[in-house]
Structure formats: C-alpha cells, structure tokens
C-alpha cells in the first residue's frame, strides 16, 4: 500500500506562487508515475501535471507556461506554480500510480486558495 503525504497549500495573492510537495511511501516499483491532478468546486477533477520514473513530464493545459513539476527524489514531487490566478483555486491531489500492476492512490489533497 503506497501512502501519500502532500503539502504545501494554502492562500495567495493573484500573481503569487506556491509550491506543493507530495512523497510518497510503500512502493518498492522502479516503474511509475506521479502526477497532481486538482478539483475546483462543481468542477470535475483534472490533470495539472506528470511524471514519470524516468522523468517524463506531462502538463495538463491549465499549467502549460505557469507551472513546472519535478522530481528531484525518488520518493518526493513538486509542483511549482507561479503566476497563479483566482482559476487556479481547487483541492490539488497527489496520485502515485505504479506501471505493473496499474494501481492508482491518491493522496488526500491540498487546498490552494488564489484570492483576487
């Protein structure tokens, strides 16, 4: 059972910057992804950005020139975000999903607040 520790959140100015990080525990696979997803209020839950074991990263469109993941451990992810806009407020998750078997967990999120 992987087990996911996030933080980081919290409340910032329009055109400030935050910084998540999420580690992970319990996986013994070289085989993986990590990626934050977020889910603003009424709205479905989406992809911000992933990577990868190997250090392939995905951006979702909401992050594409604003925000930059990273994985400088084996076991720890950031998420940097920078020009952050009242839109950007939601619970951001932290998913671990290993390759094989294709298990998913999640962690059980962060709030960021971007106030106008």
């Known amino acids: 059972q992987v087990q996911l520790v996030e933080s980081g959140g919290g409340l910032v100015q329009a055109g400030g910057s935050l910084e998540l990080s999420c580690t992970a525990s319990?996986?013994?696979?070289?085989?993986?992804?990590m990626a934050w997803y977020r889910q603003a209020s009424g709205k479905q839950r989406e992809l911000v950005a992933s990577?990868?074991?190997?250090?392939?990263r995905v951006y979702g469109d909401c992050a594409k020139g604003r925000f930059s993941i990273s994985k400088p451990y084996v076991d720890t992810m950031y998420l940097q975000m920078n020009s952050l806009e009242p839109e950007d407020t939601a619970v951001y998750y932290c998913?671990?999903?290993?390759?094989?078997?294709?298990?998913?967990?999640w962690g059980k999120g962060t709030l960021v607040t971007v106030s106008s």
């Open positions: 319990g996986s013994s696979s070289s085989l993986y992804t």
């Open positions: 990577i990868t074991s190997a250090g392939t």
């Open positions: 998913k671990f999903q290993t390759w094989v078997p294709n298990v998913e967990f």
